[in-house]
């Protein structure tokens, strides 16, 4: 007998309630791990100016998912009305958050678990279909990308963080040093970027458009610590040949002389990460550069940053069929054989890993262990349309910002695709950012 309280679904909508409801227990699983396994003073301690108090993307977290879910989903009157404009994003910046009068640890948990619970039930009662914030239960998926992203920023807070070591987790498996060529043609010619078809893809990951690029060689792997130290110790930082103006009078301003982290003893390179102290090792992708920084070494090397359409075309193009995929190795989830996603390590895997992951063309880690910058402003594709709300990209549109992909280590697979767009300013460090660079084709070349 059907049950007349279930929602009427579109064919395929209760596997995708199983992947909203996995994605969601993943985020608050993360969630937690991320906010237990320090005291309460550094819960409510700001790390720095740059990043909120772990306790505000705490409650923040439970507050969109409220105003969301419960709210705009089911109708529900709010649960803390009172509290909307202290997890406003952009009513108060980070740098003042600490002076408002937030949650408390407990009562942050307590009002985030009592929202969950109550998302639940929505969850069960919600037919797949019908509304835009509905369709393919969208908005179920980008509330979990939405704490997931928050994930990645308490990740951040954490690195900031002084004191004692408080997460751990397995290295990535040891790898062969790779031996592959160190950079692959891409040919020249038209490819598809953006989406219209991922159910959960953001409003300015779409829509999908044609875009032409002409031939280009873009490294197979990440820029390396190694790669990166032979820049810092040529007397990178010191030479402005190799940096725009603003990247030059923002590097003398803040007396840069080495990735964020790092510090030389004697002849040798340390790094702090997440509280443990330790050699650079030579072989990981370089990460804690800015934008600036990248652009410098790219320039030094005799190369380019890539791109956002360069990056995407390496990532999802393959010349065999003409399609764009959603991932460099087809349109498969991610496993762990593909790419070191979802905080599973504290760090990238050397250069050259996951041979699983790799494009038709042969380029390695577009996916996971550290962002990667690019070249390009962020700017709305063609055909852009704001949804759910213009806070999410358009008040960011513009060159005050540049282009991000591929995510890193602390990305989970549910905000990490071949489409996926990530934004910053050009001086931040603090992001689990990298690069690889790139150089245009000779003609003839592709």
């Given at each position: 007998?059907?049950?007349?309280?279930?929602?009427?679904?579109?064919?395929?909508?209760?596997?995708?309630?199983?992947?909203?409801?996995?994605?969601?227990?993943?985020?608050?699983?993360?969630?937690?791990?991320?906010?237990?396994?320090?005291?309460?003073?550094?819960?409510?301690?700001?790390?720095?100016?740059?990043?909120?108090?772990?306790?505000?993307?705490?409650?923040?977290?439970?507050?969109?998912?409220?105003?969301?879910?419960?709210?705009?989903?089911?109708?529900?009157?709010?649960m803390r009305p009172e509290i909307d404009s202290l997890y406003d994003a952009f009513e108060h910046p980070r740098s003042a958050r600490p002076s408002l009068?937030?949650?408390?640890?407990?009562?942050?948990?307590?009002?985030?678990?009592?929202?969950?619970?109550?998302?639940?039930?929505?969850?069960?009662?919600?037919?797949?279909?019908?509304?835009?914030?509905?369709?393919?239960?969208?908005?179920?998926?980008?509330?979990?990308?939405?704490?997931?992203?928050?994930?990645?920023?308490?990740?951040?807070?954490?690195?900031?963080?002084?004191?004692?070591?408080?997460?751990?987790?397995?290295?990535?498996?040891?790898?062969?040093?790779?031996?592959?060529?160190?950079?692959?043609?891409?040919?020249?010619?038209?490819?598809?970027?953006?989406?219209?078809?991922?159910?959960?893809?953001?409003?300015?990951?779409?829509?999908?458009?044609?875009?032409?690029?002409?031939?280009?060689?873009?490294?197979?792997?990440?820029?390396?610590?190694?790669?990166?130290?032979?820049?810092?110790?040529?007397?990178?930082?010191?030479?402005?040949?190799?940096?725009?103006?603003?990247?030059?009078?923002?590097?003398?301003?803040?007396?840069?002389?080495?990735?964020?982290?790092?510090?030389?003893?004697?002849?040798?390179?340390?790094?702090?990460?997440?509280?443990?102290?330790?050699?650079?090792?030579?072989?990981?992708?370089?990460?804690?550069?800015?934008?600036?920084?990248?652009?410098?070494?790219?320039?030094?090397?005799?190369?380019?940053?890539?791109t956002e359409a360069e990056w995407e075309k390496a990532a999802r193009h393959d010349p065999a069929t003409g399609r764009s995929t959603r991932y460099p190795?087809?349109?498969?989830?991610?496993?762990?054989?593909?790419?070191?996603?979802?905080?599973?390590?504290?760090?990238?895997?050397?250069?050259?890993?996951?041979?699983?992951?790799?494009?038709?063309?042969?380029?390695?880690?577009?996916?996971?262990?550290?962002?990667?910058?690019?070249?390009?402003?962020?700017?709305?594709?063609?055909?852009?349309?704001?949804?759910?709300?213009?806070?999410?990209?358009?008040?960011?549109?513009?060159?005050?910002?540049?282009?991000?992909?591929?995510?890193?280590?602390?990305?989970?697979?549910?905000?990490?695709?071949?489409?996926?767009?990530?934004?910053?300013?050009?001086?931040?460090?603090?992001?689990?950012?990298?690069?690889?660079?790139?150089?245009?084709?000779?003609?003839?070349?592709?």
């Amino acid at each position: 007998m059907t049950d007349p309280a279930a929602p009427h679904d579109a064919p395929g909508a209760e596997a995708l309630r199983e992947r909203a409801l996995g994605s969601l227990v993943a985020a608050r699983e993360r969630t937690t791990l991320l906010t237990t396994c320090v005291e309460g003073p550094d819960l409510t301690a700001q790390h720095s100016p740059l990043m909120s108090p772990l306790v505000w993307d705490l409650a923040h977290i439970g507050n969109q998912e409220e105003l969301w879910l419960l709210r705009a989903v089911a109708g529900r009157e709010a649960m803390r009305p009172e509290i909307d404009s202290l997890y406003d994003a952009f009513e108060h910046p980070r740098s003042a958050r600490p002076s408002l009068p937030l949650l408390a640890p407990e009562e942050a948990r307590r009002y985030a678990a009592e929202v969950r619970g109550r998302v639940m039930d929505v969850l069960e009662s919600t037919a797949f279909h019908g509304t835009a914030l509905t369709e393919a239960g969208f908005v179920f998926g980008m509330i979990a990308q939405h704490e997931q992203q928050h994930d990645e920023t308490m990740l951040i807070t954490h690195q900031l963080r002084q004191g004692p070591q408080a997460l751990t987790a397995p290295d990535p498996d040891p790898a062969p040093p790779f031996t592959g060529p160190p950079e692959v043609l891409v040919p020249g010619g038209p490819f598809t970027m953006g989406t219209s078809t991922e159910p959960w893809a953001l409003d300015n990951e779409r829509p999908a458009h044609v875009r032409e690029t002409p031939a280009f060689w873009i490294d197979t792997a990440p820029v390396t610590n190694g790669a990166y130290t032979a820049f810092v110790e040529d007397g990178g930082y010191d030479d402005p040949r190799w940096w725009t103006p603003e990247g030059w009078d923002h590097l003398r301003r803040q007396g840069l002389y080495a990735p964020l982290y790092w510090r030389r003893e004697g002849r040798q390179w340390l790094r702090r990460r997440f509280g443990v102290t330790e050699p650079v090792p030579a072989d990981e992708p370089v990460l804690h550069v800015s934008w600036y920084e990248a652009d410098a070494y790219a320039r030094w090397a005799g190369r380019r940053l890539p791109t956002e359409a360069e990056w995407e075309k390496a990532a999802r193009h393959d010349p065999a069929t003409g399609r764009s995929t959603r991932y460099p190795w087809g349109d498969a989830d991610p496993t762990h054989e593909h790419a070191n996603l979802g905080q599973r390590h504290l760090r990238p895997a050397p250069a050259g890993s996951y041979p699983a992951g790799e494009s038709p063309l042969g380029v390695r880690q577009l996916i996971g262990d550290v962002w990667e910058w690019t070249s390009s402003d962020f700017l709305p594709y063609p055909g852009f349309a704001v949804f759910p709300y213009k806070e999410y990209s358009q008040v960011f549109f513009g060159p005050e910002c540049k282009v991000l992909r591929g995510g890193s280590f602390a990305v989970d697979q549910v905000v990490c695709r071949g489409t996926f767009r990530n934004w910053d300013y050009p001086v931040r460090r603090q992001i689990f950012s990298g690069f690889r660079t790139a150089r245009s084709a000779d003609p003839g070349e592709g």
